[in-house]
């Protein structure tokens, strides 16, 4: 891992620690709408927090959810 990635991981971790709920979900929305490959990192470092907060059981969740987003049967 370099430098750039772990001042990545902290500055999108430090824009949204604060945020509430609805300021999160916001965020997010607005990444996806925007559909510019510039927030795609944002994005990963959210799905990392969501990942390491799962359970082994909501992982298989997220992992199902993913699969069938993806057109996979």
């Given at each position: 891992m370099?430098?750039?990635?772990?001042n990545?991981?902290?500055?999108?971790?430090?824009?949204?620690?604060?945020s509430?709920?609805g300021e999160?979900?916001?965020t997010?929305?607005?990444?996806i709408?925007s559909r510019?490959?510039k927030?795609?990192?944002?994005?990963?470092v959210?799905f990392?927090?969501?990942?390491?907060?799962?359970?082994?059981?909501?992982?298989g969740?997220?992992?199902?959810?993913?699969?069938q987003g993806?057109?996979?049967?």
């Amino acid at each position: 891992m370099n430098i750039s990635q772990v001042n990545l991981r902290e500055a999108v971790m430090a824009n949204v620690s604060d945020s509430s709920l609805g300021e999160l979900r916001s965020t997010i929305m607005d990444a996806i709408e925007s559909r510019e490959d510039k927030t795609l990192p944002g994005l990963g470092v959210l799905f990392e927090v969501l990942w390491n907060q799962a359970d082994p059981s909501k992982q298989g969740e997220i992992l199902q959810l993913l699969h069938q987003g993806l057109g996979q049967k």
